[in-house]
């Protein structure tokens, strides 16, 4: 039997001589094209990477009559911009191809607000669309506050890899005892949480942003630095030694910022020792906890450079692509480069393993 990877425009097949009635080596299914049967595999294992696209988003309830990008505002500052790019299943697997991305996980900005029934709206008509292109799609549920929709959750979890929640719920942080049901069943069942910076500001936050839309350029990494803080000086990690956690945007930029704050952990140094809140103190060292997070390489439009600087504090395994496409990256060529520089390095395949693939 020979097999080698290949491409088509709908999707990386494996080719392979196979008789008719028999199953595909990995998984996936058969079909004929002209007078080859090929198999379209859900892994591509001992052949090459799997590539998976940890923030891939979706909307699939706008408006396709938009004739060009409209910002939507909250509390007078820019939030979100619909455009064409953001809707059409078929468009987004067309790029993958294109890309040689094999599976995307889904999050739709809709539903990353906190709120109940956006929320569940979300994962209504994501779950549908996977069901649609199961082998090439996952989607995350996502979270809103509250015992009740915890079960919604835990629900949710049996088709997805996980639950997004964003960095912050209004005044709420990722270190409330208010999510701690939440990390506790991500963790029993082995799903994954993933941290988006929040969509949405509380109106006192939106102040701090009152022009040149600094809120989207510069506080959602802000609010992605705070939660990556949080939830390591907040005891979550120590609380939950088997929870895996995807940050988004290198966590806002947390490598950079590391030395500082792994320098402020000293409490007597600062005199601070005895304070029982800003005394606080992870049970090891700050920067161990940054090579049990993954980080994904999105928020930085494909540009090479953050992803360089973070390999000097985050293990190479610990990178995993994330493309924000069709938000900040809205073309193929920075997504080919950015796949290519993670094959050069290594780690093109990395958290694979994580979306059950």
Same mark, same amino acid.
């Given at each position: ?142 979270? /809103?506050? #509250?015992?009740?929709? &915890? $079960? ?5 979890? *049996? @088709? ?5 929640? =964003? ?20 963790? /029993?069942? #082995?799903?994954?949480? &993933? $941290? ?5 500001? *509380? @109106? ?5 942003? =009152? ?22 000086? #907040? ?123």
């Amino acid at each position: 039997m020979c097999l080698y990877a290949a491409r088509s425009r709908r999707a990386r097949l494996l080719k392979l001589a196979a008789p008719r009635g028999t199953q595909p080596l990995y998984g996936g299914s058969f079909v004929r094209l002209s007078e080859k049967w090929i198999a379209r595999p859900l892994v591509f294992r001992g052949l090459s990477p799997l590539i998976v696209d940890f923030q891939h988003h979706l909307s699939p309830d706008q408006s396709v009559d938009l004739d060009r990008p409209r910002a939507v505002y909250s509390y007078g500052i820019p939030v979100h911009t619909q455009h064409k790019g953001l809707i059409g299943l078929e468009a987004h697997i067309e790029m993958m191809d294109e890309v040689g991305i094999d599976v995307s996980v889904l999050t739709s900005s809709s539903g990353m607000r906190g709120q109940p029934d956006a929320a569940l709206a979300a994962d209504e008509k994501l779950s549908a669309i996977c069901r649609k292109e199961p082998e090439r799609m996952r989607f995350l549920a996502h979270v /809103a506050l #509250g015992d009740e929709y &915890f $079960v919604e959750v835990k629900r949710r979890l *049996s @088709e997805c890899p996980g639950a997004v929640v =964003p960095s912050s719920f209004g005044n709420i942080g990722l270190d409330d005892q208010k999510l701690e049901p939440l990390y506790d069943l991500l963790e /029993a069942q #082995g799903k994954y949480l &993933f $941290v988006h910076p929040a969509i949405v500001t *509380s @109106e006192s936050e939106a102040s701090q942003y =009152p022009a040149y839309d600094l809120y989207r350029a510069v506080g959602r990494e802000f609010s992605l630095i705070m939660a990556t803080t949080r939830l390591i000086c #907040g005891g979550v990690l120590d609380r939950h030694p088997g929870l895996q956690i995807v940050m988004s945007h290198f966590g806002g930029g947390i490598p950079f910022v590391e030395p500082r704050v792994s320098h402020y952990q000293d409490k007597v140094m600062w005199g601070l020792s005895g304070d029982p809140i800003h005394g606080k103190t992870a049970r090891e060292p700050f920067e161990n906890y940054l090579n049990r997070i993954y980080f994904d390489t999105a928020g930085y439009f494909g540009d090479l450079r953050p992803m360089r600087m973070a390999m000097l504090v985050i293990p190479k395994e610990r990178i995993v692509l994330g493309t924000d496409y069709p938000q900040e990256i809205r073309d193929t060529t920075p997504i080919k480069k950015l796949i290519e520089a993670l094959r050069s390095e290594g780690m093109a395949g990395n958290g694979a393993a994580l979306v059950d693939v």
